[in-house]
């Protein structure tokens, strides 16, 4: 079982910065994928962007710009820098990992969430 845990949520005005991290563990051989994820009340989860293991970056359009996702894979971390955050940036923001990790005496894909995180942004 692969667990995650994400933190460094907060309450920051507008145009201000937060940076969260993504901490996996368990019985992992490897993370092929981190992505983060945000949902508003009332909305959909929203992709916010994805990081491949070899740190290719992939981010939406709302974010584009202004957010960095990186990750240290021998500490099985991911990190999401926010600069220039906006009052529509005000989220949950959960952490979601896939890969391969040890079930037993065999080898099983994994996906794993996090709790999440609360990000406000306030005018």
């Known amino acids: 079982q692969v667990q995650l845990v994400e933190s460094g949520g907060g309450l920051v005005q507008a145009g201000g910065s937060l940076k969260l991290s993504c901490a996996a563990s368990?019985?992992?051989?490897?993370?092929?994928?981190m992505e983060w994820y945000r949902q508003a009340p009332g909305e959909q989860r929203e992709l916010v962007g994805s990081?491949?293991?070899?740190?290719?970056?992939h981010y939406s359009d709302s974010v584009k710009g202004r957010f960095t996702m990186s990750r240290d894979n021998a500490k099985n971390m991911a990190y999401l820098q926010m600069n220039n955050l906006k009052p529509e940036d005000t989220a949950v923001y959960l952490c979601?990992?896939?890969?391969?990790?040890?079930?037993?005496?065999?080898?099983?894909?994994?996906?794993?969430w996090g709790q999440g995180t609360q990000v406000t942004v306030s005018l």
């Open positions: 979601e990992a896939r890969g391969e990790a040890i079930q037993g005496k065999g080898i099983v894909d994994f996906r794993s």
């Open positions: 368990g019985s992992i051989i490897s993370i092929d994928v």
């Open positions: 990081i491949s293991s070899d740190s290719n970056t």
